[in-house]
């Protein structure tokens, strides 16, 4: 897992290239694009609950590039089965991560292959650069069509606490709710909007640790599509192994080490700085 044949919907993305994400799956209903997912092993993919519903009318495309036009190495699969995690209630609740069994396993290729994920203890430092990858719009307003091509953005992981701050930032809830909860993670902060935007629901944030690729989070919500002071929140996916190991039994979840350290070119420090002078602004 987590090694594609290529070393290497997105607000601000660039065009992926075919093998470069071969976890990423596309997930349909009624034969319509609705959410991105990552294959996880033969048989199953994980997406985010909000995304799903009965599994009779969804299917799964593997190894596609395009959303239209021609997908050689692409395969797609009924789903027979979806387990979504009985915490999930509502848009902010925990427990935003389902399971969709396809109906017969995959044969894996050079375009086919599955995401390598974090066991419990793994914990990704703040700074590390990470990477979206979706089909969904780019714009807040949608005045830009969903891209055909796959997009990809890099991203830097934000402090959970500091990313609730800024959550609470123009919100009427108290301070002492919390906002972000502890089984997310965010990403993707950035001045000029850079983050996922409608239609990245479900899709993977993988990061590259010593040449193997994890997933560290499903897409899960943001406020007003990746606008200022409202990073990504996602699934926090290592939070969930004893659930996702319950319906998925020969699942391995590796221990990861050696985790590098951000260069200091992304400090979050002046993220730190500024989110502390939005809040005494808004005497928080």
């Known amino acids: ?18 093998g470069e994400w071969p976890w990423q799956a596309l997930v349909q209903f009624e034969d319509r694009f609705t959410c991105g997912g990552s294959l996880i092993n033969e048989q199953w993919v994980l997406s985010a609950a909000h995304c799903v519903k009965p599994p009779s009318q969804y299917a799964i495309a593997l190894g596609m590039l395009q959303t239209s036009g021609s997908n050689p190495h692409s395969i797609v699969l009924k789903v027979d089965d979806i387990m979504s ?5 509502k848009t902010g609740s925990k427990g935003d991560i389902a399971l969709m069994r396809l109906s017969s396993p995959v044969t894996y290729t050079d375009y086919i292959r599955p995401i390598c994920l974090p066991s419990s203890s793994v914990s990704f430092p703040c700074g590390l650069q990470c990477w979206v990858t979706g089909w969904g719009t780019r714009t807040f307003n ?37 906002i972000v909860k502890e089984e ?14 409608q ?15 994890f997933q560290a989070g499903i897409v899960s919500r943001g406020d007003r599509c990746a606008s200022p002071y409202h990073p990504g929140v996602y699934t926090l996916v290592p939070a969930y192994e004893s659930w996702i190991k319950k319906y998925v039994s020969d699942i391995t979840f590796s221990n ?6 951000p260069s200091p070119q992304w400090s979050m420090t002046g993220i730190y700085l500024l989110v502390h002078i939005v809040l005494l602004i808004k005497g928080l």
Request: net charge neutral; hydrophobic share 30%; glycine share 12%.
């Open 1 to 18: 897992c987590g090694f594609p044949v290529i070393s290497s919907r997105v607000v601000g993305g660039s065009d992926a290239v075919h």
């Open 142 to 178: 949608g005045n830009l069509s969903s891209p055909n091509i796959l997009q990809k953005m890099k991203v830097p992981l934000i402090d959970h606490r500091r990313c609730d701050e800024m959550y609470h930032v123009g919100s009427a809830t108290s301070t002492n709710v919390t």
């Open 85 to 89: 995690h009985p915490a999930y209630t």
């Open 184 to 197: 997310e993670i965010c990403a993707g902060y950035k001045e000029d909007g850079n983050g996922y935007c």
């Open 256 to 261: 990861v080490t050696k985790i590098p350290s």
């Open 199 to 213: 239609g990245d629901s479900g899709g993977p944030l993988v990061c590259k640790v010593n040449g193997t690729w």
